[in-house]
């Protein structure tokens, strides 16, 4: 294992939506914002699709409501590199972190 490939470990610091916010590039999507760049704990290149609207064509209710000022993501790492303890079905090295979304 390389220095910068940690075990894996749920784990959130406070500086890691800002550290992630300094370089992450920020889409918009039919379905919400893809969150682009380096995780903060591991250092490798990912991205995370938060989904802020969902239709289902089996339900007849209402769509999720849309995203105002001041919401928060929870980013979690969906890099693909490959760490150790890393349970079945899931990716990354870990880390989540919050970041604040803003209608623009």
Do not use: N
Request: charged share 25%; net charge negative.
């Amino acid at each position: 294992m390389t220095e910068q490939c940690k075990e894996y470990a749920e784990v959130s610091l406070a500086t890691y939506g800002e550290t992630f916010a300094a370089d992450c590039e920020v889409t918009e999507t039919s379905r919400g914002i893809r969150f682009a760049g380096k995780c903060p704990r591991c250092s490798t290149f990912m991205t995370y699709d938060w989904v802020e609207t969902y239709t289902r064509t089996t339900h007849s209710g209402p769509s999720a409501p849309a995203v105002g000022d001041g919401e928060q993501a929870v980013i979690l790492c969906t890099c693909p590199k490959s760490h150790e303890g890393t349970p079945p079905d899931e990716e990354g090295c870990g880390a989540y972190w919050r970041m604040e979304v803003a209608a623009e």
